[in-house]
T-cell receptor, first 110, second 115 residues
Framework: KNQVEQSPQSLIILEGKNCTLQ??????????LRWYKQDTGRGPVSLTI?????NTKSNGRYTATLDADTKQSSLHITASQLSDSASYIC?????????FGAGTTVTVRA | NAGVTQTPKFQVLKTGQSMTLQCAQD?????MSWYRQDPGMGLRLIHY???????DQGEVPNGYNVSRSTTEDFPLRLLSAAPSQTSVYFC??????????????FGSGTQLSVL
């Protein structure tokens, strides 16, 4: 069964600090891996999309990495801002279907 | 462009009642889908459509019906609501005819409570 596991479940960081979220997956075959940001009461919004051949991709202060050999990905948030408070969802595509992680809830405090 | 529009935003039902969650997109997308999001779980696919007149079941289709009479609209019907259907529902759409489309757009969600 295709699975996407995210850790930690939640974290709290101070404004201006960095943090890293983890995603491990067992989806096969593998097409691409995406990170979404979901604000409270809103739908997910795409941050990055990486295919098999891509190791890293950035979107402003968000940097995602992918190790297709170990089936692991991370999302690094640099110099966090209050607006980064949200749930971050790892999504793995297996060509036909998407498999969603449960998300990591990030709270940024002033 | 409004993107993907879902209505209502919130809904409370009694067990056994029926209702329809509306979803519309103005991007001329072929692929549309419905997900439910429950605490501690990833989004799960309920039903999807690869084009007008074509629908299929996802991972958790029981208790839900869909139809796709136009490219723009993809309503989700709860035939007889049950407390287990209490959840947040998201409609999504994308350009290609599969869920694997690189760009997927989500609506803002419908929070449904069944008492």
């Amino acid at each position: 069964k295709n699975q996407v596991e995210q850790s930690p479940q939640s974290l709290i960081i101070l404004e201006g600090k960095n943090c890293t979220l983890q995603c491990n997956y067992t989806v096969s075959p593998f097409s691409n891996l995406r990170w979404y940001k979901q604000d409270t009461g809103r739908g997910p919004v795409s941050l990055t999309i990486m295919t098999f051949s891509e190791n890293t991709k950035s979107n402003g202060r968000y940097t995602a990495t992918l190790d297709a050999d170990t089936k692991q990905s991370s999302l690094h948030i640099t110099a966090s801002q209050l607006s980064d408070s949200a749930s971050y969802i790892c999504v793995v595509s297996g060509y036909i279907m998407l498999s969603f992680g449960a998300g990591t809830t990030v709270t940024v405090r002033a | 462009n409004a993107g993907v529009t879902q209505t209502p935003k919130f809904q409370v039902l009694k067990t056994g009642q029926s209702m329809t969650l509306q979803c519309a997109q103005d991007m001329n997308h072929e692929y549309m889908s419905w997900y439910r999001q429950d605490p501690g779980m990833g989004l799960r696919l309920i039903h999807y459509s690869v084009g007008a007149g074509i629908t299929d079941q996802g991972e958790v289709p029981n208790g839900y019906n869909v139809s796709r009479s136009t490219t723009e609209d993809f309503p989700l019907r709860l035939l007889s609501a049950a407390p287990s259907q209490t959840s947040v529902y998201f409609c999504a759409s994308s350009y290609s005819g599969t869920e694997d489309s690189l760009e997927v757009f989500f609506g803002s969600g419908t929070q449904l409570s069944v008492l």
